[in-house]
């Protein structure tokens, strides 16, 4: 059993069938949506991180980023069984590793309620005088 780190743009068919089973895990697939959009995302993403075990995508990761000075993660993502192993952590890592080679040194997220303490071991703050905010519609 290994655990390997990648960053992907354009995954094969079991590497996005994967990701898709870790989105639908998480709530953040909808019926409608198809392996087009997630081509999409991926491609539209400054970086994309998939954790695998043996194969199997077992975590995933994204930045989205103008490439030069600021960036945020977002859709950082373990599946249940393999959480509290350090896939999450080494993900963000990666991101991050990624980012500084890149020349980005502002990142930023959004963590969902319960997650502030693994993003705190990570070197993450909630900073003084912000309030994370979404436009009228939006979902979460």
Not at 83 to 110: P, Q, T
Request: positive net charge.
């Amino acid at each position: 059993m290994r655990i390997t780190y990648r960053l992907v743009k354009r995954p094969g068919p079991a590497t996005l069938n994967g990701i898709i089973t870790i989105y639908r895990a998480q709530g953040w697939w909808k019926p409608g949506d198809g392996p087009a959009l997630l081509r999409r995302l991926i491609a539209g993403s400054h970086c994309f991180a998939v954790a695998e075990l043996d194969g199997r995508v077992i975590g995933i990761g994204r930045a989205i980023s103008d490439g030069v000075s600021d960036a945020y993660l977002q859709d950082v993502a373990v599946l249940k069984e393999a959480r509290g192993s350090g896939v999450g952590s080494a993900i963000v890592r990666a991101l991050l590793e990624a980012l500084r080679k890149d020349g980005v040194k502002w990142v930023g997220l959004i963590a969902q309620d319960g997650t502030e303490r693994f993003y705190r071991g990570l070197g993450f703050r909630v900073p003084g005088r912000a309030a994370p905010m979404l436009s009228k519609g939006s979902y979460v």
